[in-house]
């Protein structure tokens, strides 16, 4: 009904309304609700004031607000004159939602917060703009605080706040006929200042002991009212259309209150006195102490103070909960995302976490110390130390805590931030012992979350797709020009074995982020492409780091030949037992059958083990062709790995053996069996791309003709056999001249 998911989002923004009605359009296309809004409205409102009424709360209000929060403001602008009016839709008076304003102003004094927190922000959007001033002025005669009337002051601050919301976001969008109601902005933003400031004493009031009499709910609400009012008013001076805007009372009455705000939060010591003047579980202590650290953070960067100082002080007293060290993180990694924190802040900040972060993980076995709580910081702080520099500040103590929470933390969403800080710094550790010890243990996890695609989220995918990239580690890959520099640097051939297996598992990936994330990290390793505009295809992607593999090689390494094994694991001695094992189960019950299954079942749902065959088989024949030299030693290394052309023929006599055994003819249960017809043809393909380096080269030939001469036989695999492997040979006469130029072993490409 309002365009608007039942999820949990910021409901007096804007932004987040996107696709909601307007409040107007809402009760126009259902007409028959603003009667019965306004019905029950009014009997929720009597029996709020009603002392004596047994019933909690009607049954009603919770669903009438869940809706009314999810409208989009009222805009219709009749009543401001000027010609205001024209700018939003009209709506008949008998279903202005407006009249619903006073009904919900008496239910949110109601002694439950959530009844009092949805009403103010309904009373936001359902009112219309010239109403505002008058909501915000009672409001704000209402907020004087009496411990009897508690309640009905938080009701009164929540409008206050709801109210300032909705025109701050009016104010920075200043689109359509908002532009018309400066006037009347200004106006109730001299409201809102001259009533804060009466109220102030809701901020810290103590009694003769020094104790805080108003209660930290309220304390806090009154101090983000403060905070949005000062705001506004910032915005309204900035883009004042007219000098007499800047010169009249506004540009003075903020400086007041301004004081009182900074007093009460500008320093860490204003913050331990609200924390040892409460207790730690009273209500809305949490929210004052957010909104505390969060000015501490912004009142440091605007005024110069040592803003690492004051993180450090935060962070390391254990008398702050959690939610401060939370608040001061999201500041400071909202305040580096915009390029607000300046370099020297940066490399004193990123000492100051993680010294925070080996604090939280000094007795780590599994868990971190503080608990449920400390997962946002921790998450908050393993970010903050991805975006700040990290030259020159990298030594084993940080890789080690990181290699711990990678592997050890039970909440996905650290862990996955620990993997991607972990690859920012091995990339800027200048070590050398700092990456060999490290980064065989990176790439071991890397390839751990990526192996199972199944049981593996895709946050998980892509955290390990980022990381790669940002470990700068795929360079000593792909980057061949400088192989012979890294390679003093790097650790084993496991390593870069995984590498390869890595990069391709995730360059096939079935989410597009994930694969977009691998695309980037490959091409900046090949040509230090970085922007996303520039990025070919993934199928291109896939092609140009086959080529930079094996391309510009004089030798063979025993790394890159394990992992071309890895690629083609039909041709694999392991392997290949197994599958000719399996197909061996598995021809009984293929005897009986005439036809292939209508939906087969997948490894994985996006991987092309065929495309992957095809092109590290391509990519290294035309190495091969380029240099006899190379081509022997890509001979020798991939005799160590195993696969030759002896095994090749080998697995396909087996398989035709199997075959007869059965009574099959094998080319047939290669055309209908799909593991099958992979089987052959990478077997095939792989005997083609070595023929012409092998003393052996005919040896294959028998086993062959099995696959050439069937004429039932699928073509792409019959004309591999015929064109490929037998040539213009006798096999073939039934096949024209045009048909064999046009088919390749690598049909795929």
């Known amino acids: 009904m309002t365009g608007i998911a039942n999820a949990d989002y910021e409901i007096t923004s804007i932004k987040s309304q996107s696709k909601a009605l307007h409040a107007n359009d809402f009760f126009t296309k259902y007409p028959s609700l603003h009667a019965f809004f306004d019905r029950e409205l009014e009997l929720s409102a009597i029996d709020e004031g009603d002392e004596t009424c047994e019933v909690e709360i009607r049954p009603s209000l919770n669903a009438i607000l869940a809706i009314l929060t999810r409208l989009k403001v009222n805009t219709n602008y009749e009543g401001l004159g000027n010609g205001v009016g024209d700018g939003g839709p009209s709506v008949s008076s008998a279903l202005d939602p407006s009249s619903f304003v006073p009904h919900l102003e008496a239910c949110s004094t109601s002694k439950y917060m959530s009844i009092r927190d949805r009403c103010a922000t309904a009373i936001a959007i359902v009112a219309r703009p010239f109403e505002r001033s008058r909501i915000l002025t009672q409001a704000l005669d209402e907020a004087t605080y009496s411990e009897r009337y508690s309640n009905r002051t938080h009701g009164a601050l929540l409008r206050v706040k709801s109210v300032l919301r909705i025109i701050m976001d009016e104010s920075c969008d200043r689109s359509s006929a908002r532009k018309a109601c400066d006037e009347f902005t200004e106006e109730i933003t001299r409201c809102a200042l001259r009533g804060l400031l009466q109220s102030s004493h809701l901020l810290k009031k103590m009694d003769k002991n020094g104790d805080p009499i108003v209660p930290a709910l309220l304390a806090s609400t009154w101090l983000e009212c403060a905070i949005v009012t000062l705001q506004l008013s910032d915005v309204l001076l900035s883009c004042a259309s007219s000098p007499s805007l800047s010169s009249s009372r506004l540009a003075s009455m903020p400086s007041a209150l301004l004081e009182i705000v900074d007093v009460n939060t500008s320093s860490v010591d204003a913050l331990r006195g609200q924390l040892d003047q409460r207790y730690s579980s009273e209500p809305g202590l949490s929210d004052l102490t957010s909104l505390i650290s969060r000015r501490l953070v912004e009142w440091s960067i605007i005024n110069g103070n040592d803003l690492s100082s004051t993180v450090s002080r935060v962070l390391t007293d254990d008398g702050v909960p959690y939610e401060g060290k939370e608040a001061i993180m999201e500041t400071l990694l909202a305040c580096v995302l915009a390029d607000e924190i300046s370099d020297v802040d940066a490399c004193t900040l990123s000492s100051c976490i993680w010294n925070y972060l080996h604090r939280m993980t000094s007795s780590f076995d599994g868990v971190v110390r503080d608990c449920e709580g400390s997962y946002a910081s921790l998450k908050l702080a393993l970010q903050l130390l991805a975006r700040l520099d990290q030259t020159g500040a990298t030594h084993s103590e940080h890789l080690n805590t990181l290699c711990a929470l990678s592997q050890r933390v039970r909440n996905e969403e650290c862990r996955v931030e620990a993997m991607r800080t972990w690859g920012v710094l091995l990339s800027v550790s200048e070590n050398g012992s700092d990456i060999a010890e490290n980064a065989y243990e990176f790439v071991t996890l890397l390839d751990r979350e990526t192996m199972d695609w199944q049981s593996a989220s895709t946050d998980v995918r892509l955290a390990a797709a980022d990381a790669l990239h940002n470990s700068g580690l795929l360079k000593y890959v792909f980057k061949n020009g400088e192989k012979e520099a890294l390679k003093s640097l790097f650790v084993n051939d496991e390593a870069h074995t995984k590498l390869v297996k890595i990069s391709f598992l995730i360059l096939e990936d079935e989410d597009d982020d994930v694969r977009r994330s691998a695309c980037v990290g490959v091409m900046s390793a090949i040509n230090g492409t970085t922007t996303i505009k520039d990025l070919p295809q993934t199928e291109c992607v896939l092609k140009l780091a086959f080529r930079a593999l094996f391309d510009g090689r004089t030798t063979m390494e025993p790394w890159l030949a394990d992992s071309f094994a890895l690629l083609l694991p039909e041709v694999c001695e392991s392997t290949s037992t197994i599958l000719l094992t399996a197909f061996s189960e598995q021809k009984i019950k293929s005897t009986t059958r005439n036809h292939q299954k209508l939906f087969d079942e997948e490894e994985h749902p996006r991987r092309e083990p065929m495309l992957l065959a095809q092109m590290a088989a391509h990519a290294l024949k035309r190495a091969m062709m380029e240099s006899n030299e190379y081509a022997d030693t890509v001979v020798n290394a991939l005799s160590a790995a195993r696969v030759t052309i002896e095994g090749c023929v080998h697995n396909l006599e087996r398989f035709i053996d199997i075959a007869k055994s059965a009574n099959m003819d094998a080319a047939c249960y290669a055309n209908e069996n799909v593991e099958a017809f992979h089987f052959v043809t990478v077997n095939m393909i792989v005997i083609w791309m070595l023929k012409n380096s092998s003393p052996s080269a005919q040896s294959f030939r028998e086993a062959c003709v099995v696959f050439s ?41």
């Open 709 to 749: 001469g069937a004429s039932l036989v699928h073509p792409s695999l019959r004309f591999t056999a015929l064109r490929t492997v037998l040539g213009n040979s006798a096999e073939g006469e039934d096949c024209d001249d045009n048909e064999r130029q046009h088919h390749h072993p690598c049909f795929l490409l």
